[in-house]
């Protein structure tokens, strides 16, 4: 996994775990779903990410 490829993942983790609290103004259940989901997703990525070189590194350039 590239250090691109996790940081647009996350992004769009953190964006599912956001509309997740949107949705609360019209259902809970939904709003749970997407959190969870949301939530989910950022963990299962982190835990790939961990396992490259990369990950927890300084940037060097």
């Known amino acids: 996994m590239e250090k ?11 964006l599912i775990v956001i509309s997740g609290f949107a949705a ?3 259902s809970q ?3 749970l779903l997407l959190i969870a ?6 963990w299962l990525l ?3 990410a ?3 070189p990369w990950f927890g590194r ?3 350039k």
């Open 4 to 14: 691109q490829t996790f940081l647009i993942s996350g992004v769009i983790s953190l």
């Open 24 to 26: 609360a103004f019209f």
């Open 29 to 31: 259940l939904a709003s």
């Open 37 to 42: 989901a949301g939530g989910i997703m950022f």
């Open 58 to 60: 300084p940037v060097t």
């Open 50 to 52: 961990k396992k490259e």
């Open 46 to 48: 982190l835990g790939q």
